[in-house]
């Protein structure tokens, strides 16, 4: 089945060690997102691709950075971890950019930051 | 910035009964996008319906449908026949037409259902 897969499911780093996160997709969708989830809270859009194109939103902290080498596959960085950063990590790709198109989920990464 | 309100924490229903959600959004915009989303325990968050705002019609999918008041700014979602596997987070999300692609999610009702 095609799918948005997130590797891996739970990341445990240490304070200000670099962490990168994976995300795949068979999917085919022009658009990758990566939204920050932390507990109770509602997911926040840090950044997104449409193609090659990146797009960052405006109160995402530097210490975060993306990659997106080829279609398939979209990297989240973080260069230094504080233990604020600590949350759900969520993958979601769309087709296009046709506001309608729904947005497709991976199972997301836990990250605990020590 | 666009917000979404999900007054709602927490909800709780018996299989086979109706519940209803709630969910109230701000917007200058007259063109837009609503979605409810399900996130279940430890799994993939999935589209449940959608609406266009020019749309009066409500959006309906099988036992999911939506009341959608957009003078009120009010995007609730109905179960009907509640179902264990309807167990989960429900988050309400907004989405501009004319700009942008960020979905802004509403902070999410857990629902539980009770057999």
């Known amino acids: 089945d095609a799918m948005v897969i997130q590797n891996p499911r739970y990341q445990v780093t240490q304070f200000g060690k670099p962490v990168t996160l994976s995300c795949s997709q068979t999917l085919n969708h022009n658009v990758m997102y990566w939204y920050q989830q932390k507990s109770s809270q509602a997911p926040k859009l840090l950044f997104h691709y449409y193609d090659k194109d990146f797009n960052n939103e405006a109160d995402t902290p530097d210490n975060f950075q993306s990659r997106r080498p080829n279609t398939s596959f979209c990297f989240l960085d973080i260069r230094s971890p504080g233990l604020g950063d600590a949350a759900m990590y969520l993958c979601?790709?769309?087709?296009?950019?046709?506001?309608?198109?729904?947005?497709?989920f991976g199972n997301g990464t836990r990250l605990t930051v020590t | 910035a666009q917000t979404v309100t999900q007054s709602q924490p927490e909800m709780s229903v018996q299989e086979a009964e109706t519940v209803t959600l709630s969910c109230t959004y701000d917007t200058s915009e007259s063109d837009y996008y609503l979605f409810w989303y399900k996130q279940p325990p430890s799994r993939q968050m999935i589209l449940v319906i959608r609406q266009e705002a020019y749309k009066q019609q409500n959006a309906t999918e099988n036992r999911f449908s939506v009341n959608f008041q957009k003078a009120a700014k009010s995007f609730s979602l109905k179960i009907s026949d509640s179902q264990l596997g309807d167990a989960a987070m429900y988050f309400c999300?907004?989405?501009?037409?004319?700009?942008?692609?960020?979905?802004?999610f509403g902070k999410g009702t857990s629902l539980l259902v009770t057999p």
């Open positions: 979601a790709t769309s087709r296009d950019g046709i506001r309608r198109s729904p947005l497709h």
């Open positions: 999300a907004y989405r501009k037409s004319n700009s942008g692609y960020a979905l802004n």
